[in-house]
């Protein structure tokens, strides 16, 4: 086996053997979602753990319909290390782990596309039942830090990119699930992104970012502070946040909330 791929799954352990519980919440590590989930409103972070995640349909939709598109299927780490290193394009997802600005940091992007053993596309889907175009901060970033900690695990990200691809709920039947997918993988790849949003015309939209190192850091050392004990989390200043955040009805900063 190739020294890197040791050496990859070594520091691995290593870095699971130090987890602690050190951080806000006595939480050992931090998801990528989570801390990226700050940009929206680092109170609901503070809610989900003060008052637990609040389950709704749109979320089970949303849930079922990752599972739908893009069905993972566990390999072992041998076989994802052969599977990437061809020449591909090669589609494998991996756990991204790694130490952020004293933060540990874990995640799992949606997809992935490999070529001789380096990242050279990442996706993530967000389903909508609002406007595609639209690309929203936290969203941004948290594809952004996951080209961060790929980087940071010692892979050749030179050639990567980052796509977020926002897709409106019920956009597709039955028949355009299976390869969905595939499809937009072509499309990164080849690059005709374009030709497939005409495709799906006002329903999908591929918002695609060059990945940059120091974005992705600015962004979470302007974070961490809430993670280590520094401040306190700030609050949605955004009335629309509000209205459409599950917690509105209970949070305290709430700017929806009757006035008791
Ligand atoms: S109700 Fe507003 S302030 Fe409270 S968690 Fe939701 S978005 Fe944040």
């Not at 739908?68 to 991996?94: Q, T, W």
């Not at 990442?122 to 039942?129: C, S």
């Not at 929203?136 to 030179?158: H, K, N, P, T, V």
């Not at 499809?183 to 940059?212: C, N, P, Q, Y």
């Amino acid at each position: 086996m190739d020294p890197f791929w040791v050496g990859l799954w070594a520091r691995e352990k290593e870095f699971m053997r130090s987890i602690k519980p050190e951080f806000r919440h006595g939480a050992g590590l931090v998801g990528v979602a989570t801390l990226s989930g700050q940009f929206y409103c680092e109170y609901k972070v503070e809610n989900e753990f003060a008052l637990g995640e609040v389950p709704s349909e749109a979320k089970e939709a949303g849930t079922d319909l990752h599972d739908e598109l893009m069905p993972i299927e566990e390999i072992a780490p041998e076989d994802f290390a052969r599977l990437v290193s061809g020449k591909g394009p090669n589609y494998a997802v991996l756990g991204l782990w790694g130490v952020i600005g004293g933060l540990r940091l874990v995640g799992m992007p949606d997809h992935m596309i490999w070529s001789y053993g380096s990242p050279i596309w990442l996706m993530e889907l967000k389903t909508t039942r609002g406007d595609p175009n639209l690309l929203w901060r936290d969203q941004e970033i948290q594809a952004r830090i996951y080209g961060l900690l790929l980087d940071s695990m010692g892979f050749d990200c030179s050639n990567l990119k980052l796509a977020v691809v926002r897709l409106r709920s019920g956009a597709l039947d039955d028949g355009e699930k299976g390869d969905w997918i595939a499809k937009v993988s072509r499309a990164l790849v080849d690059g005709t992104i374009e030709e497939l949003e005409r495709e799906h015309r006002g329903s999908m939209k591929i918002h695609t970012l060059r990945h940059e190192k120091s974005v992705a850091e600015a962004a979470v050392a302007a974070k961490r502070g809430y993670w280590i004990g520094e401040r306190e989390p700030t609050s949605s200043e955004s009335i629309a946040k509000c209205r459409a955040c599950e917690y509105n009805k209970v949070c305290v900063k709430s700017l929806t909330r009757p006035k008791w």
